[in-house]
């Protein structure tokens, strides 16, 4: 962040030019002197300056200006920087004007003209201010600001890209936040333009898509080459693993996500049975770290982008992504794991993204503060989230249809969740009915064995259920089970089909899907285990297959 600034104005310029030198003179090793004649030129300046995140500690303005008195400027502008100290510049014959601001504007200070010599009558009074503005002051968060509305499924799928994508933001809501109310009012902004994303250079964007917000922060939305020795589709750990691996023994990789890396991982606020990491470690931090590992090997990262078909050309893959450009790859490793199964009650689909969440704990957390808010799910990833909102929220209850978590999770976090005082069980539970107004107020639950229905006031519902498999996009007659999962290797003889489908003379390796060349990894997988550390030993030894494949063609 730069240095706070001490901004003046005055219509004279002589006069301008005088307090400018002065004030630079002495401050300009921890201040920067920020200078303008014209009323119009300084809204503008500090509407640009409050979008960027930049402080300003003291206004300094003259009361004779043609186009708008001196207290009338210092009005404006503190609607935008509430906390600066404020001068009023006068004449003599202005000190009743001065004296009746004080009590108009809250002013701190008037200096009267002229000023000679500073080290008396200016640089003391300056010095007082600057003393009591550090005294309270609080730098503010310098990077990308969201503004929009709590309960606004636009606006929680802004937050949910930027924090899996690892880009450091700000929320503020519009209706209820001091700042968000001062942005949306000074940049006149209307219901229409939310959610508004300012970046930290100062540009603002309404209402963006994902492409249009990854342009504008840096993700890779192009790749920069037709062909590549191998394409990962989906960044979660199989993925990230196959391409570090992939780049660091020489192939030219590149890695496709259509939202965000690390996958459901991504999202877990600890996971605690990583081999090598014995105090445990975010699913942000596993994916930052496997990210820059990769990139550093050479790895191309294009996100967010989605694949649509796979096509062949003879022995090559030709990826047709969302946008309808082609990608042409020797041989793809599909990582691309799996999305939470939709819960089909009364109500949820309704309130998704009002106050109902498929995974995004970690996103959504900090809003539930002195509530209550509901997990529902019996797996691991229910239970770190459980773990991480008990942080925020006054009661936490995970809703379960099972007895109990023993079957169902690790019973390292079965503990933790025991010896957590605001986290609830609620065994054969099951929900009925979510309602609500404009946003998710309370559920209807059922007791699955005595029937018993009654309904709880509920803040928030996470949702972490079961397990749908992202392959309806997968073609080329690709074998896939019962529910989707893709099959690989020798389970794949069982399939009358399987015959008339592969023409290799070979038997398909282990992850080697039944087109040759295409290779399945992690929990997209049928029979994968659903673990972190099993999709990352998938995904690196997919690699060890794609050379081998390689090697024939």
């Known amino acids: 962040m730069g240095l706070p600034i001490i901004f ?57 200006m043609p186009e708008m008195q001196g207290v009338d400027f210092l009005e404006k502008a503190m609607v935008m920087f509430p906390f600066a100290k404020r001068v009023l510049l006068t004449a003599y014959s202005d000190t009743d004007a001065a004296i009746k601001a004080i009590n108009d504007v809250q002013l701190d200070y008037y200096l009267m003209k002229p000023w000679d010599p500073p080290e008396e009558k200016l640089y003391p009074a300056i010095d007082e201010l600057l003393h009591d503005w550090q005294g309270s002051y609080r730098p503010e968060f310098r990077g990308i600001k969201v503004i929009g509305y709590q309960f606004s499924p636009k606006s929680h799928d802004i937050k949910d890209f930027l924090a899996g994508n690892l880009i450091p933001y700000a929320w503020h809501d519009a209706a209820s936040s001091e700042q968000g109310k001062q942005i949306t009012k000074t940049n006149n902004l209307c219901p229409i333009d939310f959610p508004v994303v300012i970046l930290e250079d100062g540009t603002l964007l309404k209402t963006p898509t994902r492409i249009d917000l990854a342009s504008h922060i840096g993700l890779n939305a192009k790749t920069k080459q037709q062909i590549y020795d191998v394409i990962i589709i989906g960044a979660g750990p199989a993925g990230l693993a196959a391409s570090v691996y992939g780049a660091s023994e020489g192939l030219s990789t590149l890695l496709i996500e259509r939202k965000a890396p690390g996958g459901q991982a991504g999202t877990s606020s600890r996971i605690e049975n990583y081999l090598g990491f014995p105090s445990g470690l975010s699913g942000a931090d596993l994916t930052r770290r496997a990210i820059t590992q ?184 690709i074998i896939k089970n019962s529910k989707g999962f893709i099959e690989t290797g020798r389970e794949m003889k069982s399939y009358k089909d399987f015959k008339q489908i592969w023409k290799a003379e070979r038997d398909p390796y282990l992850l080697e899907t039944s087109s040759p060349g295409i290779f399945a990894a992690g929990d997209v997988r049928a029979g994968a285990m659903n673990r972190v550390t099993s999709a990352v030993g998938e995904g690196s030894m997919a690699i060890s297959f794609v050379h081998q494949y390689l090697s024939e063609v």
């Open 294 to 477: 990769a990139t550093r090997f050479g790895t191309e990262f294009l996100s967010p982008q989605s694949v649509k078909e796979i096509r062949l050309k003879g022995k090559y893959k030709t990826l047709i992504l969302g946008d309808g450009s082609e990608i042409n790859a020797k041989a793809v490793v599909i990582t691309t794991g799996v999305d939470y199964r939709k819960l089909e009650t009364k109500g949820i689909e309704e309130f998704t993204g009002k106050g109902i969440y498929y995974g995004a704990a970690s996103t959504e957390a900090s809003s539930c503060g002195n509530k209550d808010a509901y997990v529902l799910g019996g797996g691991n990833s229910a239970g770190q989230a459980a773990m991480y909102l008990a942080k925020f929220a006054r009661n936490v209850y995970v809703l379960i249809r099972k007895q109990d978590l023993t079957s169902s999770m690790s019973s390292y976090l079965i503990d933790q969740i025991r010896g957590t005082e605001n986290i609830t069980v609620l065994g054969c539970t099951e929900i009925l009915e979510a309602m609500g107004d404009e946003h998710l107020e309370s559920l209807r639950l059922v007791d699955l064995n005595t029937s018993e229905e009654r309904v709880v006031p509920a803040d928030a519902l996470f949702i972490f259920i079961g397990a749908k498999p992202f392959t309806d996009w997968v073609g080329l007659e």
């Open 8 to 64: 003046s104005i005055d219509d004279d310029a002589q006069v301008l030019r005088a307090i400018s030198r002065d004030l630079k003179s002495h401050y300009r090793q921890d201040y920067r002197i920020l200078s303008t004649t014209s009323v119009s030129e300084a809204m503008e300046s500090l509407l640009d300056l409050q979008n960027k995140g930049e402080e300003i500690a003291v206004f300094i303005s003259d009361q004779r």
